[in-house]
């Protein structure tokens, strides 16, 4: 079932797969390598590899025998650090299969545990460091207590950079095949802000309806606003066809959903490729922000961007009538 999910299908299963993290991998293959680690907390934001990089540690200690020797945990089960006890408690009775020394207890959202929960963990890791190994995930190292703190090695994951984001979504779309355009990626990428996760979840559903992924296909796969829209939009108001304008902007935000702000984002992403004048762009980029501005301070959408319709249509009839720089004398 998990591999009907492109994100688990293509979850990394060795060192070398994992994109990115060098100095992190390069620290757990030391402990491979030695044959001993100590505790680790990993932390960093959603869908950077936090969860991935503790499984393919595992496979590199134990090989074939890797889910005999580790025990996967949530920290936010509801029955709370007394199961948790329990399952360590049960699992770390019997030794290790395999040559390694010690099992390994993967313990995802430690940052949800009171801080009551977390002293107790630290006593169960005490209690059973002989025989087992903790790796701590969390997203916020700041709410986990500094006595457990200490006791582990500590690594920070960060978001995943565009290029490395991009090599792999290119890489899965290619095994699947896929066509993934570059207007694609750089959406995904400022979506997903960097969450592996997340990005391979958006590229696997806008992949469900066609099979050349462009900017378009992962715009309606989000609640996002659409490039095409977009630039119809502005066409119409640029060329003074107001009506239509209107239509379409209600269109989008009453049938569509669409908020007001994300037609100013989506705005100012289309604007870099539009083929206008620099000026008339500068023109133009200034005026969304002066909307965005107006948004954020809570205006009323609708009006707001029937302002920024009226103006486009202003700037358009001047642009119309000035010929562009080049043929200024
Ligand atoms: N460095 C990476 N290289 C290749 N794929 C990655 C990497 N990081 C994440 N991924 C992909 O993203 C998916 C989610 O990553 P993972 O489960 O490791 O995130 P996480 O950091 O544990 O997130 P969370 O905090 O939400 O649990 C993986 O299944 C994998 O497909």
Redesign the pocket.
Known sequence: MAELF???????RSFD?????EEVKARLREFVRGGNMPHLL?Y????????????VLARELYGEYWRENTLELNASDERGINVIRERVKEFARTAPVGKAPFKLVIL??ADNMTSDAQQALRRIMEMYAQNTRFIL???YVSRIIDPIISRCAVFR?SP?PRS?MAE?LRHIAKSEGIELRDDAIDLIYEVSEG???K??NLLQVAAATSKVVDANAVASATTMIRPADVVELFNLAFNGDVTKAREKLRELMYVKGIAGIDFIRAFQRELIRMPLDDEVKAEIAELLAEVDYRLTQGSDEELQLLYLLSKLGAIGKRARQTPPPSKRR
Do not use: C, H, Q, S
């Open positions: 492109w994100f688990e299908k293509y979850r990394p797969e994992v994109v990115d993290l990993f960093g934001p959603p869908g950077t590899g936090k969860t991935t990089m503790a499984l995802d959202e995930l969390a997203n994951f995943m490395l792999r969450d592996m996760r990005a391979i």
